[in-house]
């Protein structure tokens, strides 16, 4: 490397095709012969991309090892065995190449730059190696996404133990995770933020009501409008996404989705609506949410962050919709509730809902919650004094119809015209309603199915014991892990 010392050779931004380098290199070069392409344009020294490039390695890539593992060698030594082994990653010198976007020559000279400033040998240690040396092979490193674990640990236990309201940790952790939801992308380059609503993949939402008694049956059947939309707030229990008296809609994509999610005992009676959605809403995908992927240059500092954010997430989700115990609900429900809150508050654009997959009909569907401001339905109009009478189907010796029929029986006589009260602000004009989301038809989307039985998916473990004498310092096998969160 001492004749690129002594001429102090240059590259251009035309030689470096990564994006993040090249616009670097135009803003921050200065007019020089390139060494490699032999053009006065915007150029920096070879010793400074390379310094770059050694900070990229460290930060994004490791050295893989240059000699089997023990298993591997067991595998190479037995003669029956067809394993072979090669070294695993990528060729220092295609690395180099590929991570900054350079040609061959400029590639070799800063290879040989970086191992005369970075490359070791020890006679002594038979592994040492120079990590820019021929035969130095390199993998990506995973993201390492514990700072975000770490604060989304420290959030759950502030809403619980400490701050549950006007905690701004809280909101600074929201704000560092769902800052930037619409730029976030997966391979496919879909968002997401998925539209759902009239001519699109989700134009109807599925929601559910259990019926244990004729009584509650007829209840819902003849007002099924206020019976299956969201709670009215007085009567909203807490849920996984919101706290007790904060009215959202909780929906699935199908029908056999909604019956699992609400449980219902055999024996009892579930009335199912499918709802139109009638205009466009904005839903946060979680199951997107886990597959994202970043792209980028290794020499942007920001890229680093975005990959583990990345990471992180796919770790979110799972505890966002992970199934939780009926004892458990109150403490273990109010991370999610808070998360909920932020985004239907915070979150610019505006969301509407969110749609997440069930973990009680897993591989089926999805569920979908819609926030409060969301949730409006379409009234039913049924005229005053009217009354409503169900017919249960009938059935002979020889055959039944069990469908049902429900009956509007309309007053005889005219009914005082009743006067919608309208709300006005201080300088008297009618205050905007939230726009309506839902509609209803009673006639051909409400659906009762009677539950005859039940299924589950289950995977058994096996249970063994033993007895033991256990010494000073006795541990588990670094190679068995402990399945704390199967408790």
């Given at each position: ?36 392409c032999g053009k006065n344009r915007k150029a920096i020294q070879l010793s400074t991309l390379a310094e ?275 004892d458990e609900e109150t403490f273990e429900y109010l991370p999610t509730q808070i998360v909920a809150e932020?985004?239907?508050?915070k979150v610019e654009p505006r969301l509407d809902g969110i749609m997440f997959e069930s973990s009680q ?127």
């Open positions: 490397m001492s004749e690129i010392d002594e001429e102090q050779p240059y590259i251009c931004h035309e030689c470096v095709s990564d994006e993040f380098l090249n616009k670097e290199i135009r803003c921050e070069g200065k007019c020089e012969k390139c060494s490699y770059s490039i050694h900070c990229a390695i460290e930060q994004h890539f490791h050295l893989t090892s240059s000699e089997p593992s023990a298993f591997e060698n067991a595998m190479l030594s037995d003669r029956e065995s067809s394993y072979w082994w090669a070294r695993s990653g990528q060729p220092i010198h295609d690395l180099i190449q590929d991570v900054a976007g350079i040609g061959e020559g400029a590639a070799a000279d800063i290879q040989e730059y970086l191992s005369t400033s970075y490359g070791y040998y020890d006679p002594s240690d038979y592994e040492s190696e120079d990590p820019y040396g021929a035969d130095a092979c390199y993998e990506e490193s995973p993201p390492d996404s514990h700072e975000f674990h770490e604060s989304w640990e420290l959030l759950r236990q502030e809403i619980t133990y400490r701050a549950r309201f006007f905690s701004k940790f809280a909101e600074q952790v929201l704000d560092k995770l769902f800052g930037n939801l619409d730029a976030l992308e997966v391979f496919d380059g879909k968002s997401v933020v998925r539209i759902a609503g009239p001519d699109t993949e989700n134009p109807d939402i599925f929601r559910a009501r259990v019926a244990q008694t004729r009584d509650s049956l007829e209840q819902v059947l003849k007002d099924p409008v206020k019976e299956l939309a969201a709670p009215p707030p007085k009567s909203a229990k807490h849920g996984r996404m919101n706290p007790a008296c904060i009215s959202v809609f909780y929906g699935a994509t199908d029908a056999e989705t909604c019956i699992s999610e609400v449980r219902p005992p055999i024996g009892s009676h579930v009335v199912v609506g499918r709802f139109q959605i009638i205009r466009n809403i904005r839903l946060l995908d979680l199951n997107i949410l886990s597959e994202i992927y970043v792209k980028g240059s290794c020499f942007d500092p920001d890229f680093k962050t975005r990959k583990e954010h990345a990471a992180f997430f796919q770790h979110f989700v799972g505890e966002l919709t992970k199934p939780v115990m009926p932020y985004l239907a508050e009909a897993q591989g089926k569907g999805q569920n979908i919650i819609l926030f409060h401001d969301s949730c409006f339905l379409e009234p039913y109009d049924l005229p005053s004094g009217a009354t409503v009478s169900i017919n249960y189907g009938w059935s002979s010796p020889d055959d039944y119809d069990d469908s049902i029929t429900v009956c509007e029986d309309l007053p005889t006589t005219p009914q005082q015209k009743q006067f919608k009260v309208v709300e006005i602000d201080d300088q008297g004009n009618p205050l905007v309603n939230n726009p309506i989301t839902l509609s209803l038809d009673i006639n051909n989307d409400i659906d009762v199915m009677a539950i005859k039985g039940a299924t589950y998916q289950s995977h058994i473990r096996s249970v063994s014991r033993y007895r033991r004498n256990k010494s000073a310092g006795e541990s588990l096998s670094p190679s068995i892990v402990k399945l704390d969160s199967l408790f």
